[in-house]
């Protein structure tokens, strides 16, 4: 276990923070740029990253498990990919043509990832999914997708619906309700969607085959964040490629967030074999990116040969230099080698986080694969999104954790998929443990609140 002795706890508030988020909310609505920042009650100014670790401007440290929501593989300020970038913003940050290092990035990531054999770059994982979407559309001549009940995939209309559900709303088991997201999403948009459940391999090929007429493709992504970091069973996978297979309805693969599972990403992995993926994260080494890859002959929608493409993509920024370049560090260095070792470490906190859970009776549980994990308030592991959701209880529970984490100096992500990187070691996995095993003691009360569970 490792020394705490000189550590006093951070507050909830530093005064800095305070401050900044007074002028925040006089020119953003909430006072946040993304209603993703965490906030407990006002969100954490930072001040700048170290490897594994953030300092926040009231010069409070801690190790960072968030990483930009998973993005930073490297952890903060990797001097490869500040080399990379600094060099590439002497010699011109954007042009109106294409560069060779665009052609770097890709070439490693089609050696890498299996049925990836053509791609095209974006600015975000949002850009990725919508475009895989168009292109499974515009391949097919279909209008419709399904996607799972819960998965997080962006700001697109059509995989924003059922993203929010609730008991209140995701009605009948066997053929869950597509829900709005926002008002005054178009009814048309959720009478495109249909709403699979993770898991449920029964559920998936009666509603794919009871649509397939109508269906671009199947949306999934093999270990969806949001909707619990559940492990997907092999015959849920075969079961959404077999089915999509035999009505001639594309797999669409979102990896932005999963690609980090492996050197050839969470699909090969799980036995998964998408027609189409869409990336992000990971790949552009801390700068913006999105990708759209997969099989030649569906991304040949893109293709203009001599006229005009099936599906014309464009984009000021797409393929932006700086963007290549810092992917293209990020990713020379995470070789097999950084794979493994971030695989070791994850099974070794998530093994440590079981082992306390059991020491103490707790109504919790980990999942997670790689270098990603979530603690569960449940005795059970969730095995798809409606048993992973958070009641009230279960909601004030987990709130509690990362606040605790917080005072202890941890960035631990609320109902989210927390995240390890290449800088860190044993000794961050014992803090980890040594907070979580503190958590245990210290909010038994608490806890007990979740007993039945
Ligand atoms: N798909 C998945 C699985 C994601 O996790 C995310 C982002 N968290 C996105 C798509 C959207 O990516 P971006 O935030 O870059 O638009």
Not at 108 to 115: F, G, N, S, T, V
Request: charged share 20%; proline share 7%; with cysteine.
């Amino acid at each position: 276990m490792v020394e705490q002795a000189a550590f006093s706890p951070h507050p909830p508030v530093g005064p800095r923070s305070a401050e900044a988020f007074g002028r925040a909310r006089r020119v953003f609505p909430d006072g946040t740029a993304r209603v993703t920042i965490e906030r407990d009650p006002i969100p954490r100014y930072m001040h700048h990253g170290e490897g594994a670790f953030l300092v926040d401007i009231d010069g409070c440290r801690f190790l960072d498990l968030n990483g930009n929501f998973t993005t930073l593989i490297h952890g903060h300020a990797f001097p490869p990919v500040i080399e990379a970038v600094t060099q590439q913003l002497r010699s011109g940050s954007c042009f109106a043509n294409p560069t060779e290092i665009e052609i770097a990035l890709a070439e490693l990531l089609c050696a890498r990832i299996p049925h990836l054999e053509r791609i095209r770059f974006v600015n975000s994982g949002t850009e990725a999914v919508m475009f895989a979407i168009k292109a499974a559309r515009a391949f097919t001549g279909r209008p419709a997708i399904a996607k799972i009940e819960g998965a997080y995939h962006g700001a697109y209309d059509w995989v924003e619906v059922s993203q929010a559900a609730t008991p209140q709303t995701w009605g009948d088991p066997e053929h869950p309700a597509a829900t709005l997201y926002y008002r005054g999403m178009p009814q048309t948009v959720l009478d495109d969607v249909v709403i699979l459940r993770f898991n449920d391999a029964e559920g998936a090929r009666r509603l794919i085959a009871e649509h397939a007429g109508r269906l671009a493709a199947v949306l999934v992504d093999p270990m969806p964040s949001r909707g619990g970091l559940l492990s997907p069973s092999p015959d849920f996978v075969s079961t959404i490629q077999e089915t999509a297979r035999r009505h001639g309805i594309l797999v669409i693969g979102d990896e932005v967030l999963n690609l980090r599972q492996g050197y050839e990403g969470a699909s090969a992995r799980y036995g998964l074999a998408p027609d189409l993926f869409a990336l992000g994260k990971i790949i552009g080494g801390g700068l913006p990116i999105g990708a759209i890859g997969g099989r030649s002959e569906v991304m040949a929608v893109f293709d203009a040969g001599s006229g005009r493409p099936v599906l014309p993509q464009g984009g000021t920024f797409s393929a932006n230099p700086l963007s290549m370049a810092a992917g293209l560090a990020a990713m020379e260095a995470l070789d097999r080698a950084a794979f493994d070792h971030l695989e070791r470490l994850g099974d070794r906190l998530r093994d440590g986080l079981k082992r306390i859970i059991a020491r103490h009776g707790a109504p919790l549980n980990v999942t997670g694969a790689a270098s990603l994990f979530r603690i569960h308030p449940r005795r059970r592991p969730p095995h798809e999104f409606r048993e992973a959701f958070l009641g009230p209880r279960e909601d004030a529970v987990m709130k509690e954790l990362s606040r605790f984490f917080s005072a202890n100096g941890i960035a631990l992500p609320n109902a989210a998929a927390a995240c390890l990187s290449t800088p860190m070691g044993d000794d961050d996995i014992a803090l980890v443990a040594n907070v979580f095993d503190r958590f245990l003691d210290e909010r038994a009360a608490l806890l007990d609140t979740l007993k039945g569970e």
